[in-house]
């Protein structure tokens, strides 16, 4: 190998770095404390003392397969690396064991919840590993990437310091580009009362706005009655979430939940994201007290299930490229979507190639959890981290796949990732760019 | 306050021939209504580059480019945000504000219908713009415009340092703060949020943030000493001038007044707190527990609460009865006094009290797909394609319906029911 | 002696039990009340259909795909649970203490069943060391406190065990076997042996979050 890779302990992140430089011990001590004597309960409880230390939950973990099965890697390893010593030392650690501490957290576990289903106590240990980030996040100890990311969501109401001016412009630029295929499609602004808002998450309007395009002309060929909010709270992603930052994390799901309420729409439409649909379905809502989602969220998976399942839409002509599916974790595990992603594919491609394990047990991206906007000083070891999906990949290939449907955004850049390091010819695609290139247009467009 | 007395409150009907727009147009955009009930209006498209609004059938002098945001102010005259040759404005009845911007959005209008205001982009950097005139200054960004119930002082919320993406210390040590009329405070936070005006313009509060993880309340540029783990939007008393909060502490939310404890009692949310008009009581939305949500009024719940959500939660003019909406499972009602009605709704606008002190709430609302007016927990038997919201006659005695069907747009003035 | 017997079958097995059956209930009480107190959201998620249904799918050896993917520990720890409670509970001189003592008693099991039992649960806490030495996944989460939770599971049934067969003779390992016996019964709700109880709380909890909310299989 010429390219001397770094081992995941090398990297150095100018964040985390910085914010090691100004800790004292005492601080560490506090910071730990206070979390886990005023934020754990009886969860946080439960899981130490009833976890046998069996490592059954190895099994579970891309990291842990991918790395040679390597203990440190193991779900179980992991919380001994970061809790247990918090734990038992009453909150006096060091530096170096916070930095490790952050690199395992916040790099080498992407919450996908793949461990429950292999403790046989269904012990969460990605709820473990955020109650390590929510004390980084006290330290002011998040990696760089991740934080900024955080502080724009904290300024801007979204995930990419889109100003407000750029947001409303891109939308109504993409309608233009759109009524040039499409002459009388709109994307109605603050239309109070209709039947749908749509959010997506910010990196669309910033590099990726021919989603927005697509999304557009689906809801006007699908006649869906349907609007976008000018106004903040267009945004559904939360990095915050994945910080630990659970006070900002609430705001924005707030203005997010709020801009629908405004709009009185009766239910909110998502694009394919994955870990947006966890923050709004599952875990915003409930820090701000929302036992469900004040106004039900349907994910991308779910709405082209219903539109293509009601006749709403239809295939002109099937695609015709044999394809593999990838699972999100936070819609399948995380929503059940799994099915419906299934009828969704058939409806749109004669040939599915499945990759395996898969539904609820699929391997996550590897950059889910926020890993991948820990940003470029991981990534390599995120790519690493992930062999076994790379392994999936290869058989589904060698199985004849040409297109990989990645139904979440997150998943998309951590396949891709995947995908160009180890060469695997595979064409990664969101259902919308399927749906958009298949479905019947009405006459006149093109 | 609009002055609804001069408004036509003879019982009948006045009709709008909305439905020849489809053909004389290449699309009609969503219909607004002006708060008298006399107006309806619509972005219509021309053909494919042009645009123009309609109003009651006839079009605005000039054709745009681009129109959005057609809306009415409460003096009901007809604005929209307006574009030729790439530069924008906003335009009141057809007239456009003598400047033209690189953007222009978030317009704000007075109580009285009388100032507009409107965020505004030149060449990068942004302001504010009221009635056409653009701050002294401009700013990096702008987000949170605030306009004064009498329409005579802005605000925004301003990053006055810069901190480039990734500069986390520059950041956190703050970059943000709140312009008046162009004029920043001299002081500066992680974060500013929700601007509020005191009733007479004088004064602005807002939520702000003042490390990652200190919150608090600022009046005119001025922190409140105690700091909270985070807090919602400021209001002002209408009489006194102090300002309220809910904070949060420990994993709870009080509400807070100057800094000092006003609700002893803790909630597991507290938010959208409104005075009354006299300023002697002060009402919430609360969640008394994780997923039972109610209204609190001066610090005790209601002894209802709802799984979903409530909403709108609304003052009569006399500040006696306090009305709101809320939601279980699917299905929305209207609360009046912790009195839940007995209708249930698919959705539900704002309740509007009549003006007399009666305590009648009037709401428009859709049932079965189709929309109507219910008052009093009673069902106007006539359903429409679209209404809009009902408005009492001064003398609570009258309603204004704004309805429309197939056969285009209707004003009903009717008896209350 | 007899007085030492008497004192380790009378007080000493009523400290036990009490220890046990107390411990057992003050950690339930203490766990809702930590809920109630700090995350009350817990209760609105519960439900019953899906604990049972998360619970049920667990209780099926090799069904869950954690147990599939580790099919020589499932095989041992199926076997090795239902003996270590089995045995005790139905072995025929437990029943006649019960019975002389409270007068109650039930259907017991062949003491060549119990015999064999025994050794199982031996033969099991010492494939559960091994494994904890073999597995570098199992030795990178173990400390001292794993192997003597084995060790203090599996004393009673050695010494019951010997007793039984008489080795040596006389009442010694008689009263190790009481005494080791009631030691794991006072312990289990202070050691991480409390996963008897909290294990299907666990396991209830995210069989209702990924039933009810998640629509997701967690097996
Ligand atoms: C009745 C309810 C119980 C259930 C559902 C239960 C369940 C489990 C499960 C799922 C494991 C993990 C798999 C494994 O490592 O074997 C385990 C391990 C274990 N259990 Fe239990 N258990 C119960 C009662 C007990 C009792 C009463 C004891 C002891 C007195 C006990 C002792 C152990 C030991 C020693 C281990 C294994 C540890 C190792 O790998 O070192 N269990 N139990
Ligand atoms: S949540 Fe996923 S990534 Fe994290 S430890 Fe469990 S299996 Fe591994
Ligand atoms: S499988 Fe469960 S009990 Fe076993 S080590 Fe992992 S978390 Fe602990």
Request: with cysteine; net charge negative; charged share 20%.
């Amino acid at each position: 190998m010429n390219e001397r890779h770094k081992e995941p302990s090398e990297i150095m992140d100018d964040g985390v770095e910085a914010a090691l430089s100004r800790l004292t011990p005492e601080k560490i001590q506090a910071v730990i404390n206070s979390v886990l004597k005023g934020e754990t309960g009886a969860r946080f409880k439960a899981y130490m003392d009833t976890c046998i230390h069996c490592g059954l939950c190895s099994e579970a973990c891309q990291f842990f397969l991918s790395r040679d099965r390597d203990p440190h890697y193991s779900p179980v390893g992991k919380v001994k690396q970061t809790v247990w010593p918090m734990v038992k030392n009453k909150g006096r650690v060091d530096t170096d064991f916070i930095r490790r501490a952050v690199r395992i957290a916040h790099t080498e576990c992407n919450l996908c919840k793949r461990c429950v289903a292999f403790c046989p106590f269904g012990i969460d240990i990605a709820y473990l590993m955020t109650v390590v980030r929510r004390i980084i996040h006290k330290l002011g100890a998040t990696p760089l990437y991740l934080q900024d990311t955080a502080h724009s969501h904290a300024s801007t109401m979204n995930q990419m310091w889109v100003k407000e001016d750029e947001w409303i412009d891109t939308l109504q630029w993409q309608e233009d580009e759109a009524r040039a295929e499409i002459p009388s499609l709109r994307i109605p602004l603050d239309k109070e009362g209709a039947e749908i808002m749509y959010s997506v998450i910010a990196p669309e309007p910033k590099f990726q706005a021919q989603l927005i395009y697509q999304a557009a002309a689906i809801m006007h060929v699908a006649g869906v009655d349907w609007t976008m909010p000018s106004d903040i709270g267009w945004d559904n992603s939360d990095m915050a979430m994945f910080t630990g930052d659970y006070e900002i994390m609430g705001r924005i799901k707030r203005t997010h939940f709020e801009a629908a309420t405004r709009l009185r729409v009766k239910k909110i439409v998502m694009g394919e994201c994955g870990h947006a649909f966890r923050s709004v379905y599952d875990t915003g809502n409930r820090w701000l007290g929302w036992a469900q989602p004040p106004v039900p969220i349907v994910h991308a998976i779910a709405f082209y299930y219903d539109l293509l399942k009601t006749g709403k839409l239809r295939i002109a002509r099937k695609y015709s490229h044999p394809v593999t599916l990838h699972d999100p974790c936070n819609v399948v595990r995380g929503g059940g979507l799994h099915e419906k992603a299934r009828y969704v594919v058939h409806q749109l491609c004669d040939n599915l190639i499945e990759m395996h394990p898969n539904r609820e047990h699929n391997y996550c991206c590897g950059a889910g959890g926020g890993v991948i906007n820990c940003g470029p000083p991981y990534k390599n070891a995120r790519v690493a981290g992930n062999r076994v999906k790379a392994e999936q990949l290869f058989d589904a290939k060698s199985r004849g796949a040409h297109t990989l449907i990645a139904p979440c955004h997150n998943c998309h850049s951590g396949l891709h990732d995947i995908v160009h390091h180890h060469g695997i010819d595979l064409e990664i695609k969101f259902f919308s760019d399927i749906i958009y290139e298949c479905m019947e247009k009405p006459d006149g467009s093109e | 306050m609009v002055v609804s007395s001069a408004w036509d409150w003879s019982i009948g009907e006045k009709r709008v021939d909305t439905k020849s727009w489809t053909e004389r147009f290449l699309q009609v955009q969503e219909y607004q209504v002006s708060a008298d009930g006399e107006s309806v209006a619509a972005i219509v498209a021309l053909d494919d580059q042009a645009f123009n609004v309609c109003v009651n059938g006839a079009l605005w002098d000039t054709p745009f480019d681009k129109i959005w945001r057609l809306r009415f102010t409460p003096d009901s005259r007809a604005t929209a945000l307006v574009s030729a040759d790439g530069q924008w404005t906003l335009a009141v009845n057809g007239q456009t504000w003598p400047e033209s911007f690189d953007y222009i959005w978030h317009p704000l209008v007075s109580e009285n219908g009388q100032h507009i205001a409107a965020a505004i982009q030149q060449g990068g950097r942004y302001a504010m713009a009221l009635d056409g005139e653009v701050w002294p200054n401009d700013f990096g960004t702008i987000a949170y415009s605030a306009l004064s119930p009498s329409g005579d002082r802005t605000a925004g919320a301003v990053q006055v340092k810069v901190a480039d993406s990734g500069q986390l210390e520059a950041f956190q040590e703050g970059t943000f703060s709140a312009a008046v009329d162009g004029t920043a405070w001299g002081s500066t936070f992680v974060n500013v949020w929700h601007l509020v005006f005191s009733p007479d313009g004088q004064h602005l509060a807002a939520e702000v943030r003042q490390s990652l993880y200190d919150y608090t309340i600022v009046v005119d540029g001025k922190p409140w000493p105690q700091q909270y783990t985070c807090v919602w939007a400021p209001s002002f008393d209408p009489v006194t001038g102090h300002v309220v909060a809910p904070v949060r502490k420990d994993g709870h939310w009080k509400m807070a007044q100057d800094g000092e404890l006003l609700w002893q009692r803790p909630f597991a949310q507290l938010w959208q707190q409104r005075f009354s008009p006299d300023g002697s009581r002060l009402a919430a939305i609360a969640a008394t527990a994780f997923g039972r949500w109610t209204v609190v009024v001066d610090g005790h719940p209601w002894p209802v609460t709802f799984a979903g959500m409530v909403s709108d939660l609304t003052f009569s003019p006399d500040g006696r009865h306090i009305a709101a909406l809320a939601k279980e499972k699917d299905h929305w009602t209207v609360v009046v006094d912790g009195k839940p009605w007995q209708h249930r709704f698919e959705r539900a606008w704002p309740p509007v009290f009549a003006p007399d002190g009666s305590g009648s709430v009037a709401v428009k609302v859709e049932m079965d797909g189709a929309f109507t007016f219910a008052v009093d927990d009673r069902i106007w038997p006539h359903a429409f394609e679209r209404n809009w919201e009902p408005f009492f006659s001064p003398d609570g005695r009258r309603l204004l319906l704004p309805t429309m069907n197939q056969n285009g747009y209707c004003r009903k003035v009717v008896e209350k029911f | 002696m007899t007085s030492l017997y008497a004192f380790v079958a009378g007080p000493l097995a009523w400290a036990a039990f009490l220890f046990f059956f107390g411990g057992l209930c003050y950690r339930l009480l203490s766990m809702l009340r930590q809920v109630r107190q700090s995350e009350p959201f817990i209760f609105s998620y519960m439900s019953l259909r899906y604990s049972l249904r998360s619970i049920l799918h667990w209780l099926i050896p090799f069904f869950a795909m954690g147990w599939r993917r580790n099919p020589i520990l499932t095989g041992v720890t199926f076997i090795f649970h239902i003996s270590l409670i089995a045995a005790p509970v139905f072995i025929v001189s437990h029943v006649v203490l019960w019975d002389e003592a409270w007068n109650l008693s039930w259907w017991t099991l062949p003491d060549a069943v119990v015999d064999v039992m025994t050794l199982v649960v031996v033969a099991a806490c010492l494939f559960f060391a091994l494994r904890r030495v073999l597995r570098p996944e199992v030795r990178f989460v173990s400390d001292a406190s794993d192997y003597l939770l084995l060790v203090l599971t599996a004393a009673p049934f050695v010494t019951g065990f010997l007793a039984y067969h008489q080795w040596p003779a006389g009442p010694w390992m008689t009263i190790a076997h009481m005494v080791s016996g009631e030691l794991l019964l006072a312990l289990i709700p202070f050691t991480r042996l409390r996963h008897m109880l909290s294990g299907w709380l666990t396991r209830a909890y995210i069989g209702s979050e990924f039933g009810a909310v998640r629509h997701a299989r967690d097996w």
